[in-house]
């Protein structure tokens, strides 16, 4: 087990490759890890989570009381959030929320990533439902992902952002840069016309593997209804271009628009 102060080491780090990353902007996120039953540490609120240092990090207790640090910095205002989540689930260690630009795109859409799409995401972090809106920094927020944070390990958060849970700060941490990479990868191919989507039988071969592999956590089985493809076809030929064989704008709009419509009602 990790001393205190190799932990803080790694909040810092991992601070910085949210904030190199662009998951959040100015003094967004926070990230917490659990030190024993009864203690986290804690990022601060009010500072850039890609300049931080040993003595911004904080010590609370599973009522958010502080125990020890720096009377300058004060616990980050979402922290409430987290320790909801790890009085439901005593399995996990730490838990990251920030704002990566694509999964909280879909989450400001209210679409969840729940498709079964993506092989690796389907392994690590399942089918990702969408929070309810919950006022930032009040129990709404803790509340709105107390029912899901019992099946899944990564959470969008309606018009906010997303939250994932890990067995150490780095599996929170490589489940949230696994969310972020699967949203990119299906709102381009949304952009492209056509979303397809893995048979029940792959999906059970897959988490046959999570088993094999013994991945830990929680994973919500993915959705396998098939996607319908665009209308119209998608290549360049058929595309309205002007004259350069160029997709137009407005035809990529007309197909995003076609291709969330049926996300929302499938």
């Known amino acids: 087990m990790k001393q205190e102060w190799e932990l803080k080491r790694d909040i810092i780090e991992i601070g910085r490759r949210i904030w190199t990353r662009g998951y959040v902007g100015a003094n967004d996120g926070n990230i917490t890890v659990a030190l024993n039953e009864n203690e986290l540490l804690t990022t601060p609120h009010g500072v850039s989570?890609?300049?931080?240092?040993?003595?911004?990090?904080?010590?609370?207790?599973?009522?958010?009381?502080?125990?020890?640090?720096?009377?300058?910095?004060?616990?980050?205002?979402?922290?409430?959030?987290?320790?909801?989540?790890?009085?439901?689930?005593?399995?996990?260690k730490s838990v990251i929320h920030a704002h990566p630009?694509?999964?909280?795109?879909?989450?400001?859409a209210g679409i969840p990533l729940d498709k079964c799409v993506l092989p690796e995401a389907i392994l690590v972090i399942g089918a990702v439902p969408t929070a309810k809106y919950g006022l930032p920094s009040t129990m709404e927020l803790a509340e709105s992902i107390q029912e899901h944070i019992k099946h899944s390990d990564a959470i969008l958060l309606e018009n906010h952002g997303a939250i994932t849970l890990g067995t150490d700060l780095f599996d929170a941490y490589y489940k949230m840069e696994t969310l972020e990479h699967a949203a990119s990868i299906v709102w381009k191919?949304?952009?492209?016309?056509?979303?397809?989507?893995?048979?029940?039988?792959?999906?059970?071969?897959?988490?046959?593997?999570?088993?094999?592999?013994?991945?830990?956590?929680?994973?919500?089985?993915?959705?396998?209804?098939?996607?319908?493809?665009?209308?119209?076809?998608?290549?360049?030929?058929?595309?309205?271009?002007?004259?350069?064989?160029?997709?137009?704008?407005?035809?990529?709009?007309?197909?995003?628009?076609?291709?969330?419509?049926?996300?929302?009602?499938?």
């Open 49 to 92: 989570k890609g300049f931080m240092t040993p003595e911004m990090i904080i010590k609370v207790d599973r009522n958010a009381k502080v125990i020890a640090g720096s009377s300058k910095y004060h616990p980050s205002s979402e922290v409430k959030m987290h320790l909801e989540v790890y009085k439901e689930r005593p399995d996990i």
């Open 101 to 108: 630009t694509y999964a909280t795109s879909f989450a400001v």
């Open 189 to 266: 191919a949304i952009q492209l016309g056509n979303v397809n989507v893995l048979s029940e039988d792959e999906r059970g071969r897959l988490l046959g593997l999570r088993e094999k592999f013994n991945l830990q956590g929680r994973v919500a089985a993915c959705d396998v209804t098939p996607m319908p493809s665009s209308e119209r076809p998608t290549t360049m030929a058929a595309a309205p271009s002007s004259g350069k064989n160029q997709i137009s704008e407005e035809y990529i709009r007309e197909i995003t628009e076609k291709v969330l419509a049926k996300i929302k009602k499938n």
